[in-house]
Antibody
Framework: QVQLVQSGTEVKKPGASVKVSCRAS????????IHWVRQAPGQGLEWMGI????????TYAQKFQGRVTVTRDTSTSTVYMELSSLRSEDTAIYYC???????????WGQGTLVTVSS | DIQMTQSPSSLSASVGDRVTITCRAS??????LGWYQQKPGRAPKRLIY???SLQSGVPSRFSGSGSGTEFTLTISSLQPEDFATYYC?????????FGQGTRLEIK
């Protein structure tokens, strides 16, 4: 079955960077795009960007342009999301989710809590 | 960016009730819309894709309809496990955008 397993909780100081991983299994990794979505405490869902694992092309939300980088490693079927220049407002749960051939998003990772605090 | 306006923001209902949640898009999105259920501490779960297609494994009491700019999610007979927060999502164009969410509570 399709599984997306994310890395664990992170605590970072303002100005630092964080890199969250999302390891895929149960399907052909390069055939489905992966999205990143975040959710601040008690808030709604916010889309950050997407990567095509076949080639590595990316599209980011304008809000995060210049601060977010999404990459992939096809040898380990893993996607990475790195967010830099962290501030307290970046405290959130970060999710990866699989795009089902143009229909977002049929399977989700369990989420990774990133806390930004001095 | 396409704005998704979801209503109501919260809703109290009883087991067995029929419930409808609406999402309006600021411009036409064809049928590029999904509905998601999220329970506390859990990742969202897709219920409906392509506006009206039921995700495999999701009970048939959930249904979706609409096209263009107006969409609805209907739960025909609420069950205890349905009390959660629901979101719509448009993927017609980037950036993908979500509705604000509807919190469904027990009356």
């Amino acid at each position: 079955q399709v599984q997306l397993v994310q890395s664990g909780t992170e605590v970072k100081k303002p100005g630092a960077s964080v890199k969250v991983s999302c390891r895929a299994s149960g399907y052909t990794f390069t055939r489905y795009y992966i999205h990143w979505v975040r959710q601040a405490p008690g808030q709604g869902l916010e889309w950050m960007g997407i990567i095509n694992p076949n080639g590595g092309s990316t599209t980011y939300a304008q809000k995060f342009q210049g601060r977010v980088t999404v990459t992939r490693d096809t040898s380990t079927s893993t996607v990475y999301m790195e967010l830099s220049s962290l501030r307290s407002e970046d405290t959130a749960i970060y999710y990866c989710a699989r795009d089902q051939g143009g229909d977002c998003c049929d399977s989700w990772g369990q989420g990774t809590l990133v806390t930004v605090s001095s | 960016d396409i704005q998704m306006t979801q209503s109501p923001s919260s809703l109290s209902a009883s087991v067995g009730d029929r419930v409808t949640i609406t999402c309006r898009a600021s411009q036409g999105i064809r049928n590029a819309l999904g509905w998601y259920q999220q329970k506390p501490g859990r990742a969202p779960k897709r219920l409906i894709y392509a506006a009206s297609s039921l995700q495999s494994g999701v009970p048939s009491r959930f249904s979706g309809s609409g096209s263009g700019t107006e969409f609805t999610l209907t739960i025909s007979s609420l069950q205890p496990e349905d009390f959660a927060t629901y979101y719509c999502l448009q993927h017609n164009s980037y950036p993908i955008t979500f509705g604000q969410g509807t919190r469904l509570e027990i009356k």
